[in-house]
């Protein structure tokens, strides 16, 4: 969760109750796209998807990112 999630559901009371995150490969930049981050269209990028949802299965959280794959890392505690 987010810092900003975080404070949102503090002061309203909400606890995110479940979340996914998905991961896949963009495998050819959209123009629109690559002119925005500075990158040349066609190119390969990464996308995360994360939803995180209340008890009632209403959607808390919607996060789409498109990520450059050389500054992009993962870790996962378990």
């Given amino acids: 969760m987010t810092t900003s999630t975080r404070t949102y559901t503090t002061h309203r009371d909400t606890i995110p ?34 939803i995180t949802r209340c008890d009632d299965g209403s959607v808390l959280e919607y996060v789409d990112s498109i990520l450059n794959p050389s500054r992009f890392g993962l870790t996962i505690d378990f």
Wanted: overall charge negative.
């Fill in 17 to 50: 109750a479940s979340g996914q995150e998905m991961a896949s490969v963009i495998p050819s930049l959209q123009e629109v796209d690559a002119a925005i981050m500075e990158r040349s269209a066609g190119a390969p990028m990464l996308r995360l998807e994360r």
